[in-house]
């Protein structure tokens, strides 16, 4: 079984960057394709990006396209988010997301296997 846990949120400004982390403990990480999602008060939780086992695949909401980047180095059992360019919209809880299969946007979230905490990102204008 894996476990993640999410790390990295803050407040900051319109404009700057931010990188989450999520580490996952068990052996197991490196089958797993991993992504991000977010929400906002009020707002249902939307995909941000994935990525598949081995890292050679990513896919990207729209809204943050060529802004983030999503990237895992298995030795590390870790999945990063690197957020640059962040706008007062990005403000949300992130959450880190881990499936046996592939996900992209059209995945239905509430499928996917396992989830963590979460880590708050405030962008302020």
Request: include cysteine; hydrophobic fraction near 35%.
């Given at each position: 079984q894996v476990q993640l846990v999410e790390s990295g949120g803050g407040l900051v400004?319109?404009?700057?960057?931010?990188?989450?982390?999520?580490?996952?403990?068990?052996?197991?990480?490196?089958?797993?394709?991993?992504?991000?999602?977010?929400?906002?008060?009020?707002?249902?939780?939307?995909?941000?990006?994935?990525i598949n086992w081995s890292g050679s695949w990513t896919y990207y909401a729209d809204s943050v396209k060529g802004r983030f980047t999503i990237s895992r180095d298995n030795a590390?059992?870790?999945?990063?988010?690197?957020?640059?360019?962040?706008?007062p919209e990005d403000t949300a809880v992130y959450y880190c997301a881990a499936d046996p299969a592939p996900?992209?946007?059209?995945?239905?979230?509430?499928?996917?296997?396992?989830?963590?905490?979460?880590t708050l990102v405030t962008v302020s204008s």
């Amino acid at each position: 079984q894996v476990q993640l846990v999410e790390s990295g949120g803050g407040l900051v400004q319109t404009g700057d960057s931010l990188r989450l982390s999520c580490a996952a403990s068990g052996r197991t990480f490196s089958r797993y394709a991993m992504g991000w999602f977010r929400q906002a008060p009020g707002k249902e939780r939307e995909f941000v990006a994935a990525i598949n086992w081995s890292g050679s695949w990513t896919y990207y909401a729209d809204s943050v396209k060529g802004r983030f980047t999503i990237s895992r180095d298995n030795a590390k059992n870790t999945v990063y988010l690197q957020m640059n360019s962040l706008k007062p919209e990005d403000t949300a809880v992130y959450y880190c997301a881990a499936d046996p299969a592939p996900f992209t946007s059209t995945t239905p979230y509430r499928r996917l296997e396992l989830w963590g905490q979460g880590t708050l990102v405030t962008v302020s204008s």
